[in-house]
């Protein structure tokens, strides 16, 4: 890994003094909220980038795990990926075909398995129905049509949706989870309320209209959160983003104090 990146201490202060003075969560893109995010960007991938995100061997393949990892860690999908791609059922016509009860058998490590089976066989059924199979006529479909079409699939909300989008047809969106919420609700940038389309939009009008940018600061944001800026016991103080998180922020007392007994966030300010 490489090291923290040190940000300059005039813009730090800046951006701690602009939110102590007013709240930042009206969601409204500014030039503001696009240099701020693109500091948060720039310091999570001098950490950890770049992510290569999604891991997958075909776009069906991303679809497939993105209504596979509802309510379940990434672990369980990979076992049910596993199991379809041993059994030759990573297509949408061997999807197509295949008996429920099996198809629910295969995906059983992933949890949720027959919901999630209805909702795989759901996906072709549109994919046939609309596209004549192919992924590729669907993805030629503009963003807005084709996300509000995916939105009236049986199993796929807003998060798979843009999942789907993003990372298996490159389109500019951006995917909101609860990663997302935490990193950015502990952070002040947001409220920090679960609301999906209000956080994509702000995001979205932020950042530059780049797919690959997108799905890069996805990917580091969900890393980040799983690392250190976890549900329980976060890890502050050794997070990338620690130099940004403000001193008002309820989440300032895991910034452990440095051998002079300033909080970290102070020392690199």
Request: hydrophobic fraction near 40%.
């Amino acid at each position: 890994m490489r090291g923290t990146s040190r940000p300059d201490s005039r813009t730090t202060a800046a951006v701690r003094s602009r939110r102590a003075k007013s709240t930042n969560l009206n969601f409204e893109p500014t030039a503001f909220h696009s240099a701020e995010l693109l500091r948060y960007y720039k310091a999570m991938s001098e950490v950890l980038g770049p992510m290569h995100w999604w891991p997958a061997k075909s776009p069906f393949e991303v679809i497939v795990g993105a209504i596979l990892t509802q309510s379940t860690a990434w672990g369980n999908v990979e076992l049910a990926i596993h199991n379809l791609r041993s059994t030759k059922m990573l297509t949408p016509s061997a999807i197509s075909k295949i008996a429920p009860s099996r198809l629910a058998s295969l995906v059983r490590p992933s949890g949720y398995f027959r919901q999630k089976a209805r909702k795989l066989k759901s996906f072709v059924r549109f994919l046939r129905a609309e596209y004549a199979g192919s992924l590729q006529r669907m993805f030629r479909t503009p963003t807005l049509e084709l996300r509000k079409k995916l939105l009236a699939v049986h199993g796929i909300g807003p998060e798979t949706a843009d999942s789907i989008l993003l990372y298996a047809g490159n389109h500019p969106v951006f995917v909101v989870d609860a990663y997302t919420h935490r990193i950015f609700g502990r952070h002040q940038i947001t409220d920090g309320k679960p609301d999906y389309e209000r956080v994509r939009a702000f995001v979205e009008g932020a950042l530059p209209p780049h797919a690959p940018t997108l799905n890069e600061f996805h990917a580091l944001i969900v890393n980040t959160g799983k690392n250190w800026c976890r549900k329980s016991t976060p890890r502050c103080a050794e997070c990338p983003l620690r130099a940004m998180l403000p001193l008002s922020s309820p989440f300032a007392k895991f910034l452990a104090p440095d051998f002079s007994g300033k909080l970290f966030s102070e020392a690199l300010a």
